[in-house]
């Protein structure tokens, strides 16, 4: 099956830095990568995702980026804001029947004013 | 639309006790997923379902039973409750590949939170 590693545990950066989060998987047909922020008390919920035929995607403060070949992709958060505090997790699309997800471990991403 | 919701929202057992957990979801999804997050290891399937009538074995599969008798629904049980299923569990929704909500979007719930004494 599918493995994600997911670095660092914990990451904290004073607002206003960038804070970059890395991921790499296993399965080499893996094709699609989601990214969730869980804010305390709540589920996941998606913020960006990419799928393995493309190699950057942003959407206004954070980008995602892509290496199929050394099957590993990234989260980066520019201009960190109090409200980016949270945990995040990246996740690897299973090549398999239902469409599964395996998940990183999580970041807890703490922005200090 | 409500979205996905979990029923409850906390819960306290006793080893040995039994209970039942409920998802339900209204964006008419097929697939449906519980999931167990536990500190340190992210989410981790325990099982999941492809549509009403189907359910299938995850990650963690073991001390948990679940149905899929209605489209909207997916039950999660524990017929005899371990301190070592104290967890937060989630459900998730998403439609099958091609479908007409966002490409592979899963959705969550907002968790329960589950101790076993």
């Known amino acids: 099956g599918e493995n994600v590693e997911q670095h660092p545990s914990t990451l904290s950066v004073q607002e206003g830095d960038s804070a970059v989060i890395k991921c790499t998987y296993s399965?080499?047909?893996?094709?699609?990568f989601p990214w969730y922020k869980q804010e305390l008390g709540k589920g996941p919920q998606l913020i960006i995702d990419i799928r393995s035929n493309v190699g950057e995607k942003k959407d206004q403060r954070i980008a995602v980026t892509l290496n199929k070949t050394a099957k590993h992709f990234s989260l980066h958060i520019t201009e960190t804001q109090p409200e980016d505090s949270a945990v995040y997790f990246c996740a690897a699309l299973y090549t398999g029947t239902a469409s599964k997800l395996t998940f990183g471990t999580g970041t807890r991403l703490q922005v200090t004013l | 639309n409500a979205g996905v919701t979990q029923t409850p929202k906390f819960r306290v057992l006793k080893t040995g006790q039994s209970m039942t957990l409920l998802c339900a979801q209204d964006?008419?999804?097929?697939?449906m997923y519980w999931y167990r997050q536990d500190p340190g290891m992210g989410l981790r399937l325990i099982h999941y379902?492809?549509?009403?009538?189907?359910?299938a074995k995850g990650e963690v599969p073991d001390g948990y039973n679940v149905s899929r008798l209605k489209k909207q629904n997916f039950l999660l049980g524990l017929e005899s409750a371990a301190p070592s299923q104290t967890s937060v569990y989630f459900c998730a929704s998403r439609d099958p590949p091609g479908g007409f909500s966002s490409y592979n979007e899963q959705f969550f719930g907002p968790g329960t939170r589950l101790t076993v004494l």
């Open positions: 379902s492809v549509g009403e009538g189907t359910t």
């Open positions: 964006m008419n999804h097929e697939y």
């Open positions: 399965d080499s047909a893996s094709n699609y």
